[in-house]
């Protein structure tokens, strides 16, 4: 059987969007209309002639609306197959009738919990009977047709205009689409009642989802294959769901560099105007200033050369003179909490920039788990939200910092937190004076920074290099004293770190030996 004739349609959705120009195009081709509770109630408002699921089962519905779908009259009206004899003999001795659509969306569970309603409520917005029948209809959609979504409402209504039945291909499509929503919903209640209502950390199954994919150009490289999903249930909203202003589609490399670039410029929410530089994952310059302009110009001069073709971020309203300036160089992508005409208009002369609108910032600070693939499994960790302040840090070396080293090892160590290990970061006045990333062992990291910062000074004619007077922050131990003799060498004075390394002893009179401040925070911040 490839087309099914509709000549029985049974409605029931929490999510009312079309639904009455649904019935009416249906019951314009002779369709019967059955339903219950609010959606019935909705198409007899619009007019229509509605039979109730009760007067179909034979019995009411019962227990506030818990038993009313559940019924042998509607599942076999579901589940029969329409050209198998057992079927049509069992069919006609019971006298079920054939059910050939079946319109459901489910209770709003997520949008129930989201609201921060009480347990009892949200038990009760567990839905029972809507899964059970889209199950049903799914899996014998070889004859009968299943939408669980409105957004194909139109399809099946061209389907219904051109040939007054439903394609297999259509049915096969909204079946999937049916067993996904399903999952997805399950998943959302799974996750709930684990998280949530039980308070684990880490379930006994653990159910990741998505949904509403956007297909991307390609993934990191130009023949992978990608998409964007954004999860199924309550989450934070970040770059997937900030607006697009201008610019061509996002690629999932900017997407990758752009959430970078957010979450560092959230730990300066609701500071000093903060500018954020990002290449490839790793900020490459970091600010903060009076203004906007000036924190943009003491990023750039980090590393000017890295900064080309990299991803900006704000903490603050993007201003007009800020977007002159920004472009200026080669900017794939732009990202601001809210962004001014004047900066729009300016921004408008790069058709290619992509400018993104974020409205709040996300919360640094928030929990949750980071899921990473490996081969025949899942590395599932919480997020990495610790924090420290200044009263958290031991000052392990003879010599004492001074206030504006303490604010500059606080800052490195903000943005170190952001780094690629093995990171180092060395920031001085609010400003990163050199990043090294991602390197195999921490004194590389020390040297590629200290150089950056020495080519800065060179372009830009500096006296001397901005690690001169500067503070180091490494994201972990040193396990030897060599990288802080090279932050040492390149002119630091105050050195933040986690300590706990078995040489840390020989680490601490190393700083002695050169004058260094050095403070323990206790707390590591590892990025792979």
């Keep these: 059987m490839t087309d099914v004739a509709i000549k029985r349609a049974l409605l029931s959705v929490s999510d009312k969007t079309g639904l009455v120009d649904l019935g009416k195009a249906l019951a314009a081709k002779n369709v019967e209309l059955v339903s219950t509770g609010g959606t019935a109630r909705a198409l007899r408002d619009a007019g229509l002639e509605v039979r109730d699921v009760s007067d179909l089962t034979g019995f009411p519905e019962m227990m506030d609306g818990r038993v009313k779908t559940l019924h042998p009259m509607v599942h076999g009206g579901l589940l029969a197959v329409r050209d198998n004899s057992e079927h049509a003999a069992a069919m006609k001795e019971h006298e079920i009738g054939a059910i050939d659509l079946v319109v459901v969306n489910l209770y709003p569970f997520e949008a129930t919990v989201a609201k921060g309603a009480e347990r009892d409520e949200i038990i009760e917005n567990i839905d029972i009977g809507g899964p059970s029948m889209v199950r049903s209809a799914a899996k014998n959609h070889q004859f009968v047709t299943i939408v669980t979504d409105p957004a194909d409402y139109d399809t099946l209504v061209g389907e219904l205009e051109a040939s007054g039945a439903t394609s297999l291909d259509f049915r096969r499509k909204c079946a999937a689409k049916a067993f996904a929503a399903t999952a997805a919903y399950d998943s959302m209640i799974s996750q709930w009642f684990a998280f949530a209502d039980q308070q684990q950390l880490f379930p006994d199954f653990l159910a990741v989802n998505g949904r509403a994919p956007v297909e991307l150009r390609y993934g990191e490289n130009p023949h992978q294959k990608a998409a964007l999903y954004t999860p199924a249930g309550p989450h934070g909203h970040g770059i997937a769901q900030a607006e697009q202003l201008q610019g061509k589609e996002l690629s999932y490399n900017n997407y990758n560099d752009a959430d970078a670039a957010l979450e560092l410029c959230a730990e300066f929410a609701g500071g000093e105007p903060a500018v954020i530089i990002v290449k490839h994952a790793n900020p490459c310059g970091v600010a903060q200033g009076s203004s906007l ?194 932050a040492a060498e390149a002119g630091a004075t105050a050195i933040i770190q986690p300590g706990g390394s078995i040489r840390d002893d020989e680490v601490v009179a190393a700083a002695d030996e050169h004058g260094l401040a050095m403070v323990f925070t206790g707390m590591r911040h590892f990025r792979h």
């Excluded at 794939?332 to 408008?348: G, L």
């Excluded at 499994?377 to 003879?398: C, F, H, W």
């Excluded at 062992?441 to 020495?454: Q, V």
């Design 293 to 486: 302009l000036e924190a943009w110009n003491e990023a750039l001069a980090c590393d000017s050369v890295s900064a080309f073709g990299g991803i900006v971020a704000v903490n603050t309203e993007l201003d007009g003179p800020t977007a002159e300036a920004i472009c200026e160089i080669f900017t794939e992508v732009v990202i601001a909490p809210s962004v001014s005409e004047e900066a729009q208009a300016v921004f408008a002369r790069k058709k290619n920039l992509r400018l993104l609108v974020t409205g709040d910032l996300p919360d640094p600070r928030r929990g949750g788990l980071l899921v990473k693939p490996i081969t025949g499994g899942l590395l599932v960790q919480t997020r990495d939200n610790g924090a420290i302040s200044e009263a958290d840090l031991k000052v392990v070396t003879e010599r004492q910092p001074t206030q504006q080293e303490l604010k500059d090892c606080l800052f490195a160590w903000t943005v170190a937190r952001h780094v690629k290990s093995n990171a180092i970061v060395y920031a001085k006045d609010g400003a990163t004076a050199g990043i090294g990333a991602g390197q195999m062992n921490r004194r590389d990291s020390s040297r590629i920074a200290a150089m950056k910062a020495a080519e800065a000074a060179e372009k830009y004619g500096w006296d001397k290099s901005r690690t001169v007077g500067s503070a180091v922050a490494s994201d972990a131990f040193f396990p030897f004293a060599d990288g802080l003799l090279a």
